[in-house]
């Protein structure tokens, strides 16, 4: 199918309405997601009647560049009018009565909404299967997960149900799947794009991010999520940026650092074989490369998961029944309608973190945990900005290995939170990191290429992403029997 | 119980609601009083994905607060989170400050019986308040109300310097009277913008070590506050006294039966789980900022107290009462200012006496005072003049309460002007030592009594307005033969 440039160039010329598009993306989820299960929730009216209206704006020449082009909201997003559910029972029956800061832009930017993606429950999984509406299936093989937590917006993009998707971010939650599922995604740096009306899993991590074939499709959805939003005290107040902008630069001179950690013991000989032959092409196109170390690196599981879990379990302290949400049918007193309540609205793996993060912030452990997982973040950071001396841009594989099947991981979290072993530092830094494709493997499955890049250099990444894109196919290549 | 034997120990926890019109962390408004939930926005009901942003205003007046008492302001500080579950605390948690509040080290000077006593503040800390649970008229339900989450609170927290329920209340007062004085606090203690937790313990007389603190919680007046110490600390005594150990625990005062009774045990105490909120920047404050609020603070009860005495000349009983509250200052210079001889005493006398039993006896707020500092100037300058005895002032005051005018047209309207002329006196004199020729009798014969009936009978025959230093002076003379 087709870019969002082409996409937008269609709708300039007056080659297609936004109606026409978003009929045609329903129709393709109409026909693929009772396979994929990619969406939670299609509302196909209330998406034409968006369509309607960008076409509406378009014919009054008030659109913009994007006016009219759809796109799926990882169902994490609040929409007005939209069931939001966070993948959640708890939230099975939610309605959100407002728009997240990142849903009003795209709103503002003319693009109608095609739906709500499946996603982990509350974010918290790597393979999408602790959904409360049931596991992902990935475009490349039915039997194998397409990542997490932003699975439905993954697999939708790369089933092309949606030309782009928003996802978010919170320890790989873009870059794993879209490595998984052969697109590419970026989390930007922390602050970047606004986290009001976005659900809370851990706070200081969580950032979203545009998910879409291809990078220049990133820089065009970045432009329209990124931007400073006062209800948001961790967002950050910078000039707004064109995140194209350097995306036809040339990459001579670029100086690519490979960390040796990423390329030891774990990784899978077809994913190093396949990022180390898009470093070879990246030379030729005149990128220099040097050897980096982020010494820590190691420590970052470890980190996150008493990090992410301790601010999950207080910002999952709202879902107690009393005001939205799931409510137990039955109960006897106060702590029985929490215990009930919470006891059928969370899944296993949410429980699992909550009682984790209730643990390390408990009275006596706070040190231990908390604090030293603090510091250890420090470390980390610390790792980077000494890497960023020496090189423009880090480079390494986005995941150990390629999609996993259903039910592979689930009876082991350890090995499923391994899944995000070259991802999580960059939460931790608050780093901006991008994930494209660069090959499949022995058995046809993606293979993702992880791009990190200092604070801010969002437009860097894009644009080394960009020029390899120019050259490679990847992005482009479609499951076998979806063209 | 031996009174001499036990020394009570008291700290006081003040919860002062802040003055600002919106919330501490959300734009929805905090006026007392509106329909259940009309003045909850989506922030306060904590709906998935909402964030804080910090109200300036809330931190304006906790910097006012900390200049006020001399106390340190940290540049530096950080909101946290206190977790734990109640229907009325939407999030699951309270945003407050623990590690590091805006405000350490500072205190206030109250009045005692001897003296002067020095209360150490040990922190004041921004919070934000909880809602209210309704547990009346809901048919065994509970209804819950949050037009008050969110509101925003500093809590002051003293040092354990306070040795009896009197002087807990003077501290009380005082503090009362300083957030009112400087406007940070309506201290409208029945809407509960002043609340009041008291930890009181008790230990033999010249213990060095505390004995164990049980706290009262919210004590919502001086009365109750003065009650719930002495009944508290009369309760740990004999509890000792036969034997028993004290516990730590949370209890609540019942104005009703005058006892306090057991809210939850030490062991039933919440482990609050805190760390730093990671929707919430730690405070950065600016010296300028902090400059210009110093500057602009207003002259504080104390050094008013202070200057009163030193170059008005008053009591130290008269500056207390004066300074009792800002509008009672602020009247009072008002009226001195406008006298037209300088009298502070007299000054002094009228707001303390007529002008404030006025007010009482209608419950009115000397702000608000129907006759202004500008009118009684006018009535007190008529006295100065020696228009009007005393007594004659009191009839005029009334009259100018009672909204017939100013002191000048009373005086004129009802013929209330001082008879002065030595003439009309000394005949008045006259009729009365022809009626009244026992009196004179017993008067030349030494009884001294005689002659204050005599002046009594002068006063009476001039229907009030003769001027009694002339009265006196006049008739002694006659008497005496002197004439």
Known sequence: ?483 | MNGARWETVIGLEVHAQLSTRSKIFSGAATAFGAAPNTQACAVDLALPGVLPVLNRGAVERAIRFALAIGARINRINVFDRKNYFYPDLPKGYQISQFALPIVEAGALTIGVDDGEKVIRITRAHLEEDAGKSLHEDYHGMTGIDLNRAGTPLLEIVSEPDMRSAKEAVAYARALHTLVTWIGICDGNMQEGSFRVDANVSVRPVGQREFGTRREIKNLNSFRFLEQAIDYEARWQIERIEDGHAIEQATVLFDPDSGETRMMRSKEEAHDYRYFPDPDLLPVKLDEDWIEQLRSALPELPAQKRARYQADLGLSAYDAGALTASRATAEYFEALLAALPQADAKLAANWVMGDLSAALNKVERDIADSPVAPAALASLLGRVQDGTLSGKLAKQVFEAMWAGEGDADTIIAARGLRQLSDSGAIEALIDEVMAANAKSVEEFRAGKEKAFNALVGQVMKASKGKANPAQVNALLRRKLTGMD
């Not at chain 1, 986005?398 to 350890?414: H, I, N, Q, S, Y």
């Open chain 1, 1 to 483: 199918m087709t870019t969002l440039t082409e996409l937008a160039a269609l709708l300039a010329t007056g080659k297609t309405s936004s109606v026409e598009l978003c009929q045609d993306y329903l129709a393709r989820i109409a026909a693929w997601n009772p396979t994929l299960n990619a969406f939670i929730t299609v509302d196909a009216e209330r998406t034409l009647s968006e369509a309607r209206a960008a076409d509406a704006l378009r014919a009054q020449g008030r659109g913009g560049a994007l006016t009219g082009v759809p796109i799926a909201h990882k169902d994490i997003f609040c929409a007005e009018g939209w069931r939001t559910t966070c993948g959640s029972r708890m939230l099975a029956n939610f309605t959100a009565p407002y728009d997240a800061s990142v849903i009003e832009r795209c709103k503002a930017a003319g693009m109608p909404c095609l739906g709500k993606t499946n996603m982990d429950e509350f974010a918290m999984g790597s393979s999408n299967e602790t959904s409360f509406f049931g596991p992902v299936r990935n475009p490349w093989d039915v039997e194998r997960v397409p990542g997490g937590s932003s699975g439905g917006s993954a697999a939708a993009v790369a089933a092309r149900m949606a030309p782009a998707a928003t996802g978010t971010d919170t320890g790989g939650s873009i870059r794993q799947p879209a490595a998984l599922t052969g697109i590419t995604g970026l989390k930007p740096s922390y602050g970047v794009v606004s986290r009001y009306g976005m659900i809370a899993f851990a706070s200081s991590l969580d950032q979203g991010g545009p998910m879409a074939p291809g990078a220049e499709d990133c820089a065009l959805l970045l432009n329209v999520m990124a931007g400073f939003d006062a209800r948001d005290s961790t967002s950050l107040e910078r000039a707004p940026e064109d995140y194209t902008r350097d995306l036809a630069r040339p990459l001579t001179g670029v100086r690519i650092g490979l960390p040796r950690e990423f390329f030891g013991a774990g990784l899978s000989a077809d994913t190093a074989r396949a990022v180390l032959a898009a470093v070879e092409e990246l030379r030729r196109q005149g990128a220099e490369t040097v050897d980096v170390s982020l010494p820590n690196s190691g420590l970052s599981v470890a980190a996150y998961y008493v990090l992410a879990p301790a601010e999950a379990s207080s910002n999952l302290s709202r879902y107690d029944g009393v005001r939205y949400g799931h409510r137990a049918a039955e109960y006897r007193d106060l702590t029985d309608l929490y215990e009930r309540t919470r006891a059928e609205g969370f899944g296993t793996e949410v429980k699992r973190r909550i009682m984790i993060g209730t643990y390390v912030l408990s009275h006596g452990y706070y040190d231990a945990y908390y604090l030293q997982a603090q510091k250890l973040r420090r470390l980390i950071a610390r790792d980077f900005e000494q890497a960023f001396r020496q090189c423009d841009v880090i480079l390494g594989p986005t995941a150990p290995a390629t999609a996993f099947r259903l039910g592979e991981k689930t009876a082991d979290p350890v090995a499923m939170y391994l899944s995000d072993i070259y991802t999580i530092a960059v939460n931790l830094a608050g780093l901006p990191g991008l994930s494209l494709p660069c090959g499949f493997d022995t058995a046809g499955l993606p293979i993702g290429l992880q791009l990190i890049g200092d604070y801010f250099t969002e437009a860097r990444l894009l644009n080394v992403a960009h020029q390899y894109q120019c050259i490679t196919d990847w992005h482009r290549r479609l499951p076998a029997g979806m063209s």
